[in-house]
């Protein structure tokens, strides 16, 4: 029996019982509105009753399981720093209700006696949401009175990894195959954590009937075992997760907000996701085109034109890091190295493109 239809039948109980208790003086006050009405009071309280308990048997999971899984969603997206802040500001704010309390219970009635409790909610919510929004500036000012402390104090946390060093990991990144060679390098200075559902998503690839998916997921798990096997790169595979999400990419958004960590992705619209809700994220595109190497009109070089570009006359060659260079009165020196000079280089939202025609 589900909780959803336990609800129901609970509601539809209560709500019957509510319907026969008024339903009485809702008979004796038909009867004495209209004089004329032959019918007993039994058949107001039935009445009731039924309409009642219907109305209880739709309505109860709408008053009951629906604001609870809503506000349970809510919580766990929330980080575990800003849900120890709210909680702190909640207790500052009935502190101060507390002290206003009697004062406040003196004045004359009937302020003396409602004002305290309106007093009760208002600090309470100001409270919570001053120390949630002040929450940064709050942290910093703890640190600087804690100087004196040893500074990895606080600092670890329940698996016993540094804040700082935790990288979640996506699931594209493994397919990518080039997070192994960039921290191979130590360009990644912390403790890759891959969630067990990125694993997992990670089999349903690789199990797929899809021939291309099945060896882009196979080629992934080649990755990380090859990660698993380096003893100079720190991965773990965890088993911490989120309630109350489905996908992949919103249950990484999530953990890393409640571990204060980066995501580690080359997925575009993950990127987009995570920074707009405050996550920040490491991107292996990102990085690619920042370490390409920079060429400026004038320089030249030796190309080897690969095929004809898409205008006439035009050339096109690779650099070594994948960079395309387009060559003008190229296309007679395709399967031919030339020197090359560099006429313009445009930076387009693919990557960097490079003009150039040959040294004369």
């Not at 004062?103 to 949630?132: K, N, R």
């Not at 397919?175 to 990125?198: K, M």
């Amino acid at each position: 029996m589900s909780i959803v239809l336990i609800s129901r039948i609970i509601g539809f109980i209560l709500f019957g019982a509510l319907g026969a208790v008024i339903g009485e003086p809702l008979g004796n006050l038909v009867k004495a509105s209209w004089a004329g009405s032959p019918q007993p009071i039994i058949i107001y309280q039935v009445f009731t009753t039924i309409l009642s308990a219907i109305l209880g048997f739709i309505i109860a999971p709408w008053i009951s399981i629906k604001p609870i899984s809503a506000l349970r969603k809510q919580l766990s997206s929330l980080s575990a720093q800003t849900l120890i802040f709210g909680i702190v500001g909640l207790v500052v704010g009935l502190i101060l209700s507390a002290l206003l309390a009697y004062p406040i219970s003196l004045l004359p009635s009937p302020f003396g006696s409602i004002l305290p409790f309106i007093a009760v909610l208002i600090f309470g919510y100001l409270g919570v949401i001053l120390f949630v929004s002040r929450q940064k500036e709050l942290r910093s000012l703890f640190r600087l009175g804690g100087r004196s402390q040893d500074p990895d104090d606080g600092a670890k946390a329940a698996n016993g990894f540094r804040d700082a060093s935790r990288i979640l990991v996506d699931t594209s990144t493994i397919i990518d195959g080039r997070i192994y060679d960039i921290a191979r390098t130590g360009f990644i200075p912390g403790h890759l954590l891959i969630p067990r559902f990125v694993l997992n998503e990670l089999q349903y690839v690789s199990d797929s009937a899809d021939n291309l998916r099945r060896q882009r997921g196979r080629r992934g798990m080649e990755v990380l075992s090859e990660l698993q096997k380096d003893p100079d790169i720190p991965v773990t595979i965890t088993d911490i997760d989120v309630e109350g999400v489905r996908e992949v990419d919103d249950r990484l958004v999530v953990l890393a907000r409640q571990l204060n960590c980066p995501i580690l992705t080359n997925d575009y619209n993950l990127n987009r996701v995570a920074e707009l809700q405050g996550v920040r994220v490491l991107n292996i595109n990102e990085l690619a085109n920042a370490v390409k190497a920079i060429l400026l009109p004038g320089e030249t070089l030796d190309m080897k034109i690969i095929q004809e570009g898409k205008e006439y006359g035009q050339g096109v060659g690779y650099m070594e890091d994948g960079t395309m260079v387009v060559v003008e009165d190229g296309h007679k020196y395709i399967g031919k190295t030339l020197s090359i000079t560099v006429t313009k280089v445009l930076q387009t939202a693919a990557g960097r493109m490079i003009f150039a025609k040959p040294e004369q």
